[in-house]
């Protein structure tokens, strides 16, 4: 019933919290977590009583938007009437020419604390003939995957499509070593990160930058790379240039989590995280985006080749709930890592009312001492990178360009 939720019609009215789930319920100390994926626009913006119509025409049927959480029960439990008005909202950017504002708009404002379902749909009106669809929802709920395919679904002309569900496959012994590793090292000493390092504030803002995806792709292609590879690493060199200019000193390898989606054939729609994650090091000490991708790609292989992703999901479906829910918060803290480095791929553009978006950004908070979260979003034929960070950073809004003058050494190889 799990894997395949409401693929027969029928769902169950409640269901078990997951793991995961609870780590980010620990990690948010009770409070919602948003995650959003926000479609951008060029054109007309449809009325708002057209995309409320498309809302209560689609939310019934998908599983993963009829279940509310009881947060004191760890559960969640179905709700049988969805009020379309209620889930969808309209708000004004007319300044907002990058996206940021919407960001720090849909991160900031509180999420409903009543018994509805725990998601939204903004439309944002930005400057002229721009605007925005926004899905919301609540990171105890639904990973960035989950919330891709509920997007689609709920919003898109096509409903159907999304990225590649995952197939369990055998882990290896290579592989359950590593996760056993990653484990363990959440119980390890605090990692020295200078440029992260320090006391969070709680409020946010975001940055996002685009480049081609057939520029990741080029790059990738050149030195025998993965897209994910390339972005890494780039991301690496970011850090090293822009830690060097604040300090003038070499930042050292710099921890980060990996999210990974296990969410097999049959779980698109289902609600809850199905997502697991791997600790890696960013080779930020490297003067150059060459070797760093070298490195990068050595650290990947091996997480790919031993079967991280699925020796980390066998180990947490044989940890009891509450034990494996307090040790992922662990390995997702600021005391070990920078934050989650993760990267999503959409697929095929959202067409909406006949109109295609031209970029799109899935995002989400920070949480239990981390200071960033950076995503690498892939629609279509567009790749947005997003940093989201505590305002106490208060230059790494310049990490996007720096991703970019990284992207363009690589070039010249």
């Excluded at 938007?65 to 969640?76: C, N, P, Q, S």
């Excluded at 179905?78 to 991160?107: C, F, K, Y």
């Excluded at 995002?363 to 305002?391: E, I, N, P, Q, Y």
Aim: aromatic fraction near 4%; proline fraction near 8%; include cysteine.
């Amino acid at each position: 019933m799990r894997s395949r939720l409401g693929t027969d019609g029928a769902l169950p009215p409640s269901l078990s919290m997951g793991t995961a789930d609870v780590a980010f319920h620990l990690a948010a100390r009770g409070r919602p977590l948003p995650v959003v994926f926000a479609f951008d626009f060029a054109g007309r913006a449809p009325a708002l009583d057209a995309v409320r119509a498309r809302v209560a025409e689609r939310a019934h049927r998908i599983p993963a938007l009829r279940y509310r959480i009881a947060r004191d029960r760890r559960r969640y439990r179905r709700v049988d009437r969805i009020a379309a008005d209620r889930h969808v909202h309209e708000a004004w950017l007319p300044d907002d020419t990058d996206g940021s504002a919407a960001g720090r708009m849909l991160l900031s404002r509180p999420m409903g604390a009543d018994d509805r379902p725990p998601w939204e749909v903004w439309l944002v009106h930005g400057p002229a003939d721009r605007h925005s669809l926004c899905y919301r929802t609540d990171h105890a709920f639904q990973d960035g995957v989950g919330a891709a395919y509920t997007a689609r679904a709920l919003l898109g002309d096509r409903p159907d499509g999304g990225p590649a569900p995952q197939s369990p496959r055998r882990p290896t012994l290579r592989g359950l070593a590593g996760s056993l590793g990653d484990l363990a090292a959440g119980f390890g000493p605090p990692v020295v990160k200078p440029a992260f390092d320090g006391e969070s504030t709680g409020r946010v803002d975001v940055c996002h930058t685009d480049t081609p995806l057939s520029r990741l792709r080029a790059i990738g292609r050149a030195h025998g790379a993965t897209v994910t590879d390339v972005y890494l690493a780039a991301m690496a060199h970011a850090v090293h240039t822009w830690h060097m200019k604040e300090t003038g000193t070499v930042h050292p390898p710099l921890p980060a989590a990996i999210p990974m989606s296990v969410r097999a054939p049959g779980e698109e729609y289902a609600p809850g995280n199905r997502m697991v994650t791997a600790r890696a090091l960013l080779p930020c000490d490297e003067d150059s985006p060459q070797r760093a991708l070298a490195r990068v790609m050595a650290g990947m292989g091996r997480l790919r080749e031993s079967r991280r992703r699925d020796a980390m999901r066998v180990l947490l479906a044989v940890t009891p709930r509450a034990v494996g829910a307090r040790v992922g918060t662990r390995l997702v803290h600021g005391r070990l890592v920078s934050g989650p480095v993760s990267s999503v791929n959409f697929g095929e553009a959202l067409v909406h009312q006949g109109l295609a978006a031209r970029r799109c950004a899935v995002f989400s908070s920070v949480a239990s001492g981390v200071r960033t979260v950076v995503t690498l979003t892939s629609h279509h034929d567009t790749a947005c990178l997003t940093v989201v960070h505590d305002v106490a950073l208060t230059t790494a809004d310049e990490l996007p360009d720096r991703w970019l003058e990284a992207l363009l050494e690589l070039e010249r190889r």
